[in-house]
């Protein structure tokens, strides 16, 4: 028997356009949330953001949903930071592998470990139920490669820089900075420097921010693992205490 008062049943082309709609409106009005927050100068039309944020009974989704990773846009925009103006990254010369993103965790770590795969040029934290945030990163060249299993002892906000007296012996113009030079948009330690420690002891090695991002994906440091600053800014807040790295 017909029922006029019914609801009526959409086709399900739009009710697939309907349930999409919805999703992109939610999710424009989080990530505007999150770019208000940031105080990032760009416009951005959100709305053109496309990311599922939903389950299927027990399927697990593709990836997981976190409002700090979505488009390069909103992740790679000038905002202001403890009182400095970071400028915004041209995304468009970063290639998209080096770019912050959620992927299935392929290291087998426990959550909340930091790894550093030095082939790839990749660094993961990783995530509790089987994700990983990636994020592209510069390593050191030949002959200042560290490795193995440590610690983030503790992390630094626009860190001073002070370059080791080996440094200066082959650099010598860096003689001014004996002494420190402090944070800044120059400053090699970009806007975040998380320290590694082994058995209690600094290793003198870093995870760092970088002013040069055009250096991310290459071997060119002396040894630390440098990040785009608005990358280790992110990973920055993400970490909590000591926190386990395994560099290899």
């Known amino acids: ?38 105080g990032c100068s760009r416009s951005i039309d959100l709305a053109a953001i496309e990311v599922d944020d939903y389950t299927t009974g027990s399927i697990r989704p593709r990836i997981s949903v976190d409002r700090n990773v979505t488009t390069p846009e909103l992740m790679y925009a000038s905002f202001a930071d403890e009182g400095f103006v970071l400028p915004e990254v041209p995304y468009q010369k970063v290639e998209p592998q080096w770019r912050r993103q959620i ?4 290291t087998g770590e426990a959550p909340g470990t930091i790894v550093v795969r030095l082939k790839e ?13 990636r ?9 200042f490669l560290w490795s193995g299993r440590a610690n983030i ?21 860096l003689e001014k900075w004996r002494g420190g030079q402090p944070g800044g ?30 250096t991310i994906g290459q071997a060119m440091s ?23 790295i395994v560099v290899a």
């Open 185 to 214: 948009l120059e400053n090699p330690l970009g806007a975040r420097a998380l320290y590694i420690f082994k058995d209690g002891r600094d290793t003198g090695f870093r995870v760092h921010g970088s002013p040069e991002w055009w």
């Open 103 to 106: 992927v299935v965790d392929p």
């Open 222 to 244: 002396s040894g630390c693992v440098r990040m785009i600053n608005q990358d280790v800014i992110d990973l920055f807040n993400r970490v909590s205490g000591k926190t386990p």
């Open 121 to 133: 040029r990749h660094l993961y934290y990783v995530q509790p139920g089987g994700d990983a945030l």
């Open 1 to 38: 028997m017909s029922n006029s008062s019914a609801t009526p049943i959409l086709p399900a082309a739009e009710a697939s356009r309907a349930t999409f709609s919805r999703r992109s409106a939610l999710l424009g009005l989080g990530s505007a949330t999150v770019l208000a927050a940031a």
């Open 135 to 143: 994020y592209g990163v510069g390593i050191g060249r030949e002959g």
């Open 153 to 173: 002892q503790y992390g630094k906000k626009w860190p001073t820089w002070t370059p080791p007296a080996e440094m200066i012996a082959r650099k010598p113009e």
